[in-house]
């Protein structure tokens, strides 16, 4: 299978992989996929004071293509706000770095994880309003 060098080049040397200290504050995780179906990813975002995301982590099992995206996520979503985060598209992801037809699941599985991940907190702006 062809791959892009960009989606390689994450490949080879993944940036921004593992996980935040535990208890670490303003963080949210997001999960999608499973091991067993060959996919898996789980998304941590840490929201700075500002409001927006500061860093972004992940763990992930699965293809290059898989790996590579988180890689490339990891580094796009510091900076922006929720809302902006939230308008990232798996499809233009998978059309950026042209993925193979039979991997481009991938980008929509990443795109399921940020979503969880967003979802989070959104669930905690829920509670505080209670």
């Known amino acids: 299978m062809e791959?892009?060098?960009?989606?390689?080049?994450?490949?080879?040397?993944?940036?921004?992989?593992?996980?935040?200290?535990?208890?670490t504050p303003g963080?949210?995780?997001g999960a999608a996929g499973s091991r067993r179906h060959g996919r898996e990813i789980r998304l941590s975002l840490k929201?700075?004071?500002?409001?927006?995301?500061?860093?972004?982590r992940y763990r992930v099992y699965g293809c290059p293509a898989t790996?590579?995206?988180?890689?490339?996520?990891?580094?796009?979503?510091?900076?922006?706000s929720l809302e902006e985060a939230g308008t990232l598209s798996g499809v233009?992801?998978?059309?950026?770095f042209r993925l193979p037809?039979?991997?481009?699941d991938a980008a929509l599985l990443l795109?399921?994880?940020?979503?969880?991940?967003?979802?989070?907190?959104n669930m905690d702006e829920k509670h505080e309003r209670a």
Do not use: M, T
């Not at 233009?92 to 950026?96: M, S």
């Not at 037809?101 to 481009?104: A, E």
């Open 3 to 23: 791959y892009a060098e960009a989606v390689l080049e994450h490949f080879r040397a993944p940036r921004n992989a593992g996980g935040f200290p535990a208890d």
């Open 27 to 29: 963080v949210s995780e």
């Open 47 to 56: 929201l700075g004071s500002d409001g927006r995301i500061e860093a972004c």
């Open 67 to 80: 790996v590579a995206l988180c890689s490339v996520l990891s580094e796009r979503l510091p900076g922006l």
């Open 92 to 96: 233009a992801l998978a059309d950026e």
């Open 101 to 104: 037809v039979p991997k481009r």
């Open 111 to 121: 795109e399921d994880a940020l979503r969880a991940a967003l979802e989070g907190y």
